[in-house]
C-alpha cells in the first residue's frame, strides 16, 4: 500500500529565510510524486513533481523539492520565504504503473511565513 | 479556460436530507475522483471513476454515492445515511493518455454544512 507521511503539521518562517516542508513517502516499486498548494476555501493547485532524472525539481512560485531515493523523501524547498508563500501544502504520491489510479496525500503541513 | 467546475460552493443541508454536488470538467479528462477534505485529516478519497459508467469505491465511500454517465460530469450524492457529511468535498481529474506523470487536476470546492 502506498502512503504519505508529513510529520510537520505547522511550520512557521520569516519572510525572506529558507523553508523547509517535509515529506516521506512509501510505495512499491518507483514512485510519483507531487506538491500541491491550497488557499482558504480553494481547491489544491499543482506546484511541481518528481517523475524520473534530476533529484531536483523546480517548481511554481519559485519552490523546488529534493528526491531521496535512500531516504524515501522529497521535501520541498524555497530560498526565500515570502508572506504570500503562507498556505496549507499537500505531498502525493503515485506507484509507477498504477495508470490512472488516485493520488494518496500526505495530511497537509500548514505554512505560516511572517514578516 | 478549461477546467474543473464545482457547485454550489456551499451547501447546507439538513438532517436527513440527500444532497448533491455538482463537479463538471471541460479537460476531456478521462478519470475523475472525488475527495473528502476535514482539518488535520488531509485529503481522503471516497469515489473515482476512470471511464463513463464505472466507478469504484475509495476509502470513505460509505453514506455517499456516484454516477458517471457523461465524461463531462461526476456528481456526487450525500445520502442520510452519512452520519458526519460536514466537510470540504474536492473534486478532482486526470488524462487517461498521460495519468502517471500528470497529477489531479482540482476544482475549487464545495463547503458542506449540516444545520
Known amino acids: 500500500a502506498q502512503s504519505v507521511a508529513q510529520p510537520e503539521d505547522q511550520v512557521n518562517v520569516a519572510e525572506g529565510n529558507p523553508l523547509t516542508v517535509k515529506c516521506t513517502y512509501s510505495v512499491s516499486g518507483n514512485p510519483y510524486l507531487f506538491w500541491y498548494v491550497q488557499y482558504p476555501n480553494r481547491g489544491l493547485q499543482f506546484l511541481l513533481k518528481y517523475i524520473t532524472g534530476d533529484n531536483l525539481v523546480k517548481g511554481s512560485y519559485g519552490f523546488e523539492a529534493e528526491f531521496n531515493k535512500s531516504q524515501t523523501s522529497f521535501h520541498l524547498k524555497k530560498p526565500s520565504a515570502l508572506v504570500s508563500d503562507s498556505a496549507l501544502y499537500f505531498c502525493?504520491?503515485?506507484?509507477?504503473?498504477?495508470?490512472?489510479?488516485?493520488?494518496?496525500f500526505g495530511k497537509g503541513t500548514r505554512l505560516s511565513v511572517i514578516a | 479556460d478549461g477546467g474543473i467546475t464545482q457547485s454550489p460552493k456551499y451547501l447546507f443541508r439538513k438532517e436527513g436530507q440527500n444532497v448533491t454536488l455538482s463537479c463538471e470538467q471541460n479537460?476531456?479528462?478521462?478519470?475523475m475522483y472525488w475527495y473528502r477534505q476535514d482539518p488535520g485529516q488531509g485529503l481522503r478519497l471516497i469515489y473515482y471513476?476512470?471511464?463513463?459508467?464505472?466507478?469504484q469505491k475509495g476509502d470513505i465511500a460509505e453514506g455517499y454515492s456516484v454516477s458517471r454517465e457523461k465524461k463531462e460530469s461526476f456528481p456526487l450524492t450525500v445520502t442520510s445515511a452519512q452520519k458526519n457529511p460536514t466537510a470540504f468535498y474536492l473534486c478532482a481529474s486526470t488524462p487517461l493518455t498521460r495519468p502517471v506523470d500528470y497529477g489531479h487536476t482540482f476544482g475549487s470546492g464545495t463547503r458542506l454544512t449540516v444545520v
Open positions: 471513476s476512470q471511464i463513463v459508467n464505472d466507478f
Open positions: 479537460l476531456n479528462h478521462d478519470a
Open positions: 502525493a504520491v503515485r506507484a509507477l504503473n498504477s495508470g490512472n489510479t488516485p493520488l494518496v
